[in-house]
């Protein structure tokens, strides 16, 4: 009796089916590291969302990685609380941190070009770290060109102004990058995958 | 916090593509309008949204405070200047105009996500984005919301158990990293029983999608995306 | 009816499966044990076509499972160790769904499936539950509704009770006890027999790879001490 749906039944490939794993993976540990933050000293919080994009990028390469923060974005606008402070909806895409939101699609997938040096990702073990280091930087500063001129914009505020306001928040970043670059270059038998 | 509460008014009721082509149409033409008296009688219709969805002015205003105190920040910040004059008050009056503009936005948003579960928006999603790429998207969107909760209870735990090993006491980079690692393997392990467990239950690119259905209300909820959409002709 | 036949399955050169022949017809329960590492999970894997043989063949009513790979999985249902990492959707009903949907089937066949498998794990009427507030034992019963909604032949459990308390587990072997009963082959799959060995009409017992033996559960006890799994005394249950 099964046989009926043999030929009507059009399954996704084994391939397919584990990037699309992988990247609802990433999408909501970056929703849940959204909500996570440790204080430094002075009050400025060391945030650890940036991770999932990091982790998108490296892990899942540039088309994948960049699916999986597109996920993250519609989940937000979805309803689900996964932005700063469990927010959720379109307005907080559309508002003065949406840009960081927007670039994180497009620094994941930099980060995933950079790092993999082709579309179709390769293994984790053989992740040169000066290439995943570089792969991180470019991602970074992508978040930061997208995101600073789009908070300017909507405060109303001059550029210099609004990259004034965001450098406490980026005192973190460099140790974020070396901390990313430690987990996955050299190998980690964490994160090796059959 | 701010999430779907199921109920019966008529936001509820409505087409999930149309409440979200509404939220576009309604930024499109608050971004894109000018702000007096535009932008009042945007207000007075992101108002009128929340009502529709059974959700007070209050508690909208409560759900989004952290980011209505940085739009605060806008005029108050935007006004003052390092050196004389020290204050420039039309400055604080340019992004005020400007940070007004996201609160109808917010407000709009804050009556969708009230009114719609999240599975109504992946059914939009598979209905709206065509072919495979529309039901990866589809399906990624529902599975990022199942496993939300279940990553979230992982890092819990491993906060947990890297503090009962004195976490704290240890320097910053080496608990962020200790604390990513274990979060990043775990959620990978999952990834890959998730993977086996969509191929045994035939995971395929052409299903039965979700039940979605325009009733004539909805037809008027288009159309009033589509004025919202193409208000800024008006202003040409 | 399930054929295997000389199946070899390597994994890093290693063989984990090394010439398994095996066949279990429709209807039938039988419980497959071994210790951790006998190659349990690598052999019903391959019932569902999720692994693709070195050598060797899987059938599912006489034809090969990785040629047919639909079918495999519609004859086939699997229920996962770990529930929490099977479920695809936030609410009970949703996730049942989901092999339905995929079948292509109408709206009114999906409903009518849903509410038939989550009434065989005496989950009826709660479609609309979220499946992390419920209790461990209920979403291993969810998990087996998911399964069942694909209407299979046989219902494949992979060490499905692990971590529940006796009454939860109770409550799910007595839902098993009645689809066995309306006609639905069981293959469970554990390293401790303790609670199923008195309800399977045969037990196979796998060790490195190899079907060890192949015997009636009485038979049974005395082999399956000698591949180091766990026995039910006299009297236990």
Redesign the interface.
Known sequence: ???E??D?????N?G???Y??????????T???A??S?D?PGGVP?S?QP?GVF?AGV?LGPIWGG?SM???L??G??????F?????????V????GGFLISYVFAAAAIGLVAHRSLDPVGVDDLPAVGVTAGLVVGSAIIYAIGVPWFA?????TLP?AAG?MAPFAVGDA??I???V??VAGG?E??E?? | ????TPGETLAHRLDPRGKLAV??GF?IAV?AGPAVPWLPAMLALAVGCLLLAGLSVWRALR??W??LV??S???V??AVTIGPPWIQPERGL??????AR?VP??????A??HS???RE??AA?QRTVPGRFGQ??G???A???R??P???ED?RRIREAVLARGGERRP??D???R???????R??A???R??VA??AR?????PTLPRLSFAPVDYAVLALAAGLALSPLLWL | MITVRDLVHE?DGERVLDGVSLTIADGEWVVLAGPNGSGKTTLVRHFNALLEPDDGEVQI?GVPAAE????AR??VGMVFQSPRDQFVAATVGADVAFGPE???LDHDEIDRRVAEALGAVNMADREEERIDELSGGEQARVAIAGALAM?P?HLVLDEPFTGLDWPARRSALQRLDTLAADGTGIVFVTHDVRDVLDRADRVVGLESGTVAFDLPPDDARQRLAEIDVRVPGPGAG
């Open positions: 009796m099964s046989q749906y043999s009507s039944v059009d399954l996704v084994a397919t089916v584990a699309l794993s992988g990247a609802v993976l990433i999408a909501a540990l929703a849940v590291l909500q996570f440790i430094l060391f650890f991770f982790f892990l699916f597109l996920l993250y519609l989940v606008i979805a309803g689900a609380p996964v700063s402070n469990g927010t959720a909806g379109v307005g907080i559309l508002g003065p941190t914009e909507v405060q109303g505020w102004r306001f140790v974020k070396a901390i990313t430690g987990i980690n964490l994160l995958r059959p | 916090m701010l999430t779907y939220q576009f930024a971004f759900a989004y952290v980011v940085v739009l920040l806008g005029p910040l935007g340019d992004s005020l105009r400007s940070v996201v936005v917010l407000f709009v948003s804050a969708f996500v719609t579960p999240v928006t992946r999603i990866l998207l399906v990624g969107v599975l990022t919301f496993f939300i279940v990553v979230r890092l910053l980079r608990r962020a990293g604390i990513t690692t274990l979060a990043l393997a959620s990978m999952r990834a890959d998730l993977s969509l191929q035939c995971f395929a690119w052409n | 994994f009513g047919n790979p639909v079918r519609t004859s995929n079948l292509g209407e032949d």
